[in-house]
């Protein structure tokens, strides 16, 4: 599961609580194993994270130029195929 801080929190940091680290506001987190969906799971309860769904990304993409339109003779060409000599 990915969060998105809101504020910063002081948690744990590792299973057994004997580290602590600061989850910075603004910043996603990826929660895998099971005690850090359990972290996850308190972040979001008390407000001080978002739920992530990941990041959506758009590309622009610009006009591109027409090609000149084709002449009869060219289509024609097309439909009933080129002369035999």
Request: proline share 0%; charged share 35%.
């Amino acid at each position: 599961m990915k969060i998105k801080m809101k504020v910063d929190a002081k948690a744990s940091a590792n299973e057994n609580g004997s580290m602590t680290m600061t989850y910075k506001a603004g910043q996603v987190y990826n929660m895998e194993s099971k005690w850090q969906m359990q972290l996850a799971t308190r972040l979001l309860n008390k407000g001080k994270a978002d739920k992530s769904l990941g990041s959506k990304t758009t590309k622009v993409v610009e006009d591109m130029e027409k090609k000149a339109t084709k002449t009869k003779k060219s289509i024609l060409k097309k439909v009933f195929g080129k002369k035999k000599k």
